[in-house]
């Protein structure tokens, strides 16, 4: 008797896992008809697209789209979908800043644009739709859109190139990243800070597939230039 009930189980457990497999396979028709539905300013119908895209996802992974992680997802096969998601987000942000009664909402979205932003390949993308969103000047809580920009692109620990030439916890590109927040306070310090994440990763990817050149302009170039420049910032940053 133990052995059928659990069978049953089993059976409708799978079923009900196949039926969920193919409701995942439909995702991308919601994001695709929630987009096309931004571009018509139809908000409101947007929001439920997206919202079902979300939803899905969720159920796939078991959870709840609240808990919509980066972890759910592999960073390299998945770096597609975990852009997709993080513009789901952005929209849905944007969408409920339009209304006092939606602020909560909007807050959570923003934070999950962050959380699906930081440390991906497409960082830089996301931090430049977020800033020419805000020099527009169309957020009716600047503050917040202003804070998740800080939080991708300045706060953001990542210094490509110094921490090619010297590692992630070196006093040198510690100095560097101080730096950054220094320069940050200014409109043509964020403009160096845009340049800078627009190219070096790039760069670094270019030099890792080149081990030779790598050694010429990393170690013997970039490195010591580096070494000096961080011996001229650092009365700056110290203050």
Request: hydrophobic share 40%.
């Amino acid at each position: 008797m133990v052995k059928k009930k659990t069978d049953a189980k089993d059976l409708r457990d799978e079923k009900k896992r196949e039926q969920i497999i193919e409701l995942y396979r439909t995702r991308l028709t919601h994001l695709k008809r929630a987009q096309a539905l931004v571009k018509d300013d139809r908000m409101a119908q947007a929001v439920d697209s997206y919202t079902k895209y979300l939803g899905i996802l969720a159920l796939y992974f078991d959870t709840t789209e609240d808990r919509l992680t980066p972890g759910l997802f592999d960073p390299e096969k998945d770096v597609t979908e975990l852009l997709l998601i993080s513009h789901a987000y952005w929209d849905l942000a944007k969408a409920f800043d339009r209304s006092p009664n939606l602020q909560r909402e909007c807050l959570r979205c923003l934070e999950q644009f962050v959380k699906f932003s930081i440390g991906f390949k497409y960082q830089h993308v996301n931090a430049q739709i977020i800033r020419k969103f805000n020099n527009k000047k169309q957020a009716h809580n600047p503050k917040a859109f202003e804070s998740a920009y800080q939080r991708i692109q300045i706060s953001s620990k990542k210094c490509y190139v110094a921490t090619m030439c010297f590692g992630f916890e070196d006093e040198r590109t510690e100095t560097l990243r101080h730096f950054k927040l220094k320069i940050a306070r200014f409109e043509p310090g964020k403009d160096f800070i845009d340049f800078y994440y627009s190219l070096s990763p790039k760069l670094v990817e270019y030099f890792e597939k080149k081990p030779i050149l790598n050694f010429v302009a990393g170690k013997l170039l970039l490195k010591p230039a580096l070494s000096l420049f961080v011996k001229l910032i650092r009365p700056y940053v110290q203050h």
